[in-house]
């Protein structure tokens, strides 16, 4: 994409704050969103996350104006605007399939939402020149969707729909349709763009990888609920609950149950051992054992570390890590270990310990 002009050539609204409260939607009797409530800031980039079915799309749909809700209210800009239709609300979508008009060249596609609001035609040719120079297809404004790439392709989507200059920005799967290489690059020039037009942003993807590397803060959503929300590094380091923390990145989680009182609490691992609770450390009832791989060792356990006794199943090398199975107990614990050339790699079968500080686990429920 053209980054580099010092302007825009569009004039978006100032940022604008998205409130949700009290939010329940139902289709027939099947109620897909349960009581939400979410305040994203102005000029935010934000993340729905979660797995197919979650509810994540519906919400995303319910602020486009696409769904409605029984009760509840989505305010933008101090405005509530669930009972408007969607034309009135000027909030700008871009869907998974990009929705393209196959037989209109680029800039005709561009041009369709501004020719919908019987803008004057030169106002309608400024504001499509921009937008397609924002996204670096310019030179492309006379072919057709089906002469460009998947990435073009959803550039001109995304031309399209900040052509309006909406007071949000609503995208649904954008990277879907891409190949691997190419969700990396987009992904990093949406992040761009988003900065540069300082339009409040709502991203849905069910890819955690993407929701950490471009958004602000995130929402967690399973079953209809929001799970959590926080920043990326935030959720990763402290999930509220078990959803949570096995959806973002990996975790080991260990069944175990409690025994002692006050300082000599123990969480005892069935086959393995048990660790220390550290004092002042809430363990919620049917709560597991919950740790990062990287923060576990994985033969050698320092003095101040507790040993869990295991045998390695597999080993995967994955250059800078290598990444051992050990089954523990009846758990299968994954140790992450910084690979250096010349190394020594354990072998599978052999019995080993696994090191962890209790000071970097984490006692979660459902």
């Not at 803060?217 to 990763?236: C, D, H, K, S, W």
Request: charged share 20%; glycine share 10%.
């Amino acid at each position: 994409m053209n980054m580099n002009a010092s302007t825009t050539g569009l004039a978006p609204s100032p940022a604008k704050a998205i409130s949700i409260r009290d939010v329940n939607l139902f289709y027939g009797d099947l109620q897909v969103l349960k009581d939400i409530n979410l305040e994203i800031q102005p000029g935010e980039f934000f993340a729905f996350l979660g797995p197919s079915g979650c509810g994540k799309t519906t919400l995303l749909r319910l602020i486009a104006g696409f769904n409605t809700a029984r009760q509840g209210s989505v305010v933008v800009g101090g405005v509530d605007v669930l009972d408007m239709p969607p034309w009135k609300r000027d909030i700008g979508m871009v869907f998974q399939s990009y929705a393209l008009w196959p037989h209109m060249t680029v800039a005709r596609n561009v041009a369709f939402g501004l020719e919908e609001r019987r803008l004057p035609r030169a106002e309608v040719e400024r504001r499509v020149d921009a937008a397609l120079n924002l996204v670096g297809l310019k030179h492309l404004a006379g072919r057709r969707p089906a002469q460009l790439s998947g990435g073009q392709q959803q550039r001109v989507a995304l031309a399209r729909t900040i052509a309006i200059e909406p007071k949000v920005l609503l995208l649904d799967e954008p990277l879907s349709n891409l190949d691997a290489k190419m969700r990396v690059e987009v992904r990093r020039e949406l992040r761009e763009l988003q900065q540069r037009l300082q339009l409040t942003t709502i991203f849905v993807t069910h890819d955690q990888e993407e929701a950490n590397t471009v958004c602000d803060r995130i929402a967690v959503f399973n079953e209809g609920r929001i799970q959590q929300v926080g920043t990326p590094m935030g959720l990763y380091e402290k999930p509220a609950n078990l959803f949570v923390a096995n959806f973002l990145g990996t975790a080991n989680i260990l069944d175990g149950h409690v025994v002692g009182s006050g300082a000599d609490r123990l969480f005892e691992v069935p086959g393995a051992g048990s660790i220390p609770i550290p004092a002042g450390t809430t363990v919620p009832r049917g709560a597991k054992l919950v740790f990062r791989p990287q923060y576990a060792t994985i033969g050698t356990v320092a003095s101040d570390a507790v040993a869990l006794a295991g045998t390695i199943t597999h080993r995967e090398f994955l250059g800078a890590t290598v990444r051992y199975g050990v089954q523990v107990g009846t758990a299968s614990v994954l140790v992450d270990v910084p690979f250096h050339s010349g190394d020594a790699l354990l072998e599978t079968g052999a019995r080993t310990s696994v090191g962890l500080q209790p000071s970097s686990a984490q006692w979660l429920a459902e």
